[in-house]
């Protein structure tokens, strides 16, 4: 494994993602309006900012430790690999939120975590490695409940799942499918 570089930029995030969450709570939330407010010029920013935003301490908690754990399950393809797939996985899940979510304003780190936890899938998919194999069945059998954030729920960004999901698969298809592809051929 090749996590050696990825893992004081994991804590980094997580840590970015703690502070900003102080400022927002010592600030009775004021740093929420920079979250993806779709089909808006000023909702754009929030393509960048929201998986760095959450509405409560409770609900960064519940998405800090996915967040680490996923990192790291994809920390093992090399520090490029990772953040090339973070950021690809921000910027094509929140465009997608962005030009379809409600009107409403979508924070938090979780359209992100549904990103990462379909790419170690898709992944493994592509790769037909054993350990890719064996890392997505870690996620699946770690994460499998992700699932249940697919549905509708008042409060929640289901958008944001899906739209991470789906990232999530482009991603992996477009990171690991030219492998498949020369092996057939």
């Known amino acids: 494994m090749r996590s050696g570089k990825c893992l004081p930029v994991i804590f980094v995030l997580a ?5 900003v969450q102080l400022v927002n ?14 089909r808006t010029i000023s909702g754009l920013q929030g393509i960048a900012f929201a998986p760095f935003l ?8 519940s998405n ?13 393809e090399g520090f490029e690999r990772y953040v090339r797939v973070l950021v690809l996985i921000t910027m ?13 304003i979508h924070v938090g780190a979780s359209g ?13 998919w592509f790769q037909r490695s054993l350990v890719s194999l064996l890392i997505a069945a870690i996620a699946l059998f770690g994460y499998g409940g992700l ?3 697919f549905l509708p729920l008042p409060g929640i960004s289901f958008e944001s799942h ?6 999530g698969i482009v991603v992996g298809w477009i990171m690991h499918s030219k492998r498949l592809l020369a092996n057939a051929g």
């Open 15 to 19: 840590g970015i993602m703690m502070l």
């Open 92 to 104: 094509l899940g929140g465009i997608l939120v962005w030009l379809v979510g409600r009107f409403s």
């Open 112 to 124: 992100l975590i549904f990103g990462l936890w379909t790419y170690v899938l898709a992944r493994a």
């Open 147 to 149: 699932i249940f954030g």
């Open 54 to 61: 959450h509405g409560s301490i409770r609900h960064l908690l």
């Open 25 to 38: 709570t010592f600030t009775a939330n004021s740093l929420i309006p920079h979250g993806i407010i779709p």
């Open 162 to 167: 899906i739209a991470g999901a789906m990232a």
């Open 64 to 76: 800090l430790v996915p967040f680490v754990v996923l990192s790291w399950l994809i920390s093992n």
